[in-house]
């Protein structure tokens, strides 16, 4: 059996299939989402703004996760799942691509999946093959969510930093060029940055959310990097006795 779906499903938690890729979706990820739909509290005809940028987020990062899924599988890996959580969505399988080109591929194909929905609807609209008008307000409130999600946050994504699939690239990348050091400089990439992120945040009076979300980015790859100073010093050959 796969890994994710091993174990029965813990409360509040939904399963269900996308073709053979099974999805679970924690409850934690609900609640993240209404919270990022803050700015449409006070948006008008109330609770429709909200209702609709939960839906979009849902559907934007399953779409997304179906682009890493999707080139998981054609790398022939088995056992591929989709998780949304709290902090996300993460595609999963058994088994890893052997190449370092083809995990890179595997990690851009989620932005470039909710990308291209964006250029496709931008293109409508440009074309005038479809209009939207302020009249109607909830039809226009979710053309405006879906642009925006669909081209923010993949381009977020592709920030350079673990684990965003921008730093997954950079990780990549850097161990291909340099080996076991690459893990560590790409760590520091994405340490000095979320630090860069944060005094940014704070010094232009920005959401102090999006300020915890670098910061939790932050102390995970500080982690990581005592994680591999200490397997460096267990590998150290002098004689603990000394």
């Known amino acids: 059996m796969s890994g994710m779906f091993s174990s029965d499903p813990t409360p509040g938690e939904i399963q ?3 073709g053979s890729i099974p999805v679970r979706i924690q409850p934690w990820f609900w609640l993240t989402a209404f919270l990022l739909a803050g700015p449409w509290f006070d948006q008008e005809p109330r609770p429709w703004p909200v209702v609709t940028f939960v839906a979009v987020c849902f559907a934007s990062i399953v779409w997304h996760e179906l682009g890493h899924a999707w080139t998981m599988r054609y790398f022939g ?3 591929v799942e989709i998780m949304l959580t709290g902090l996300g969505g993460l595609a999963t399988s058994q088994s890893r691509q052997s190449h370092t080109w083809q995990r ?3 990690a851009l194909a989620g932005p470039a999946n909710q990308l291209l929905i ?3 609807l931008f293109g409508l609209l440009k074309l005038k093959l479809i209009s939207i008008s302020p009249d109607n307000k909830i039809f226009y409130i ?3 969510q879906i642009l925006m999600v669909n081209l923010y946050w993949p381009l977020f994504n592709l920030l350079p930093i673990f684990p965003l699939d921008g730093g997954r690239v950079v990780r990549e990348s850097a161990m291909a060029l340099l080996g076991n ?10 340490i000095v940055i979320c630090g860069g992120m944060i005094a940014w945040i704070v010094a232009a009076g920005g959401s102090m959310f999006n300020a915890m979300i670098f910061g939790m980015m ?3 790859n500080i982690q990581e990097i005592q994680f591999l100073r200490d397997q460096d010093r267990y590998r150290d050959p002098s004689d603990w006795r000394s």
């Not at 050091?181 to 994405?190: D, E, F, P, Q, T």
């Open 16 to 18: 269900f299939r996308l």
């Open 181 to 190: 050091r690459g893990m560590r400089a790409s760590l520091w990439v994405s």
């Open 218 to 220: 932050l102390a995970n």
């Open 77 to 79: 890996a088995r056992y």
């Open 142 to 144: 979710l053309i405006i």
């Open 118 to 120: 964006w250029g496709i």
């Open 104 to 106: 890179i591929v595997v």
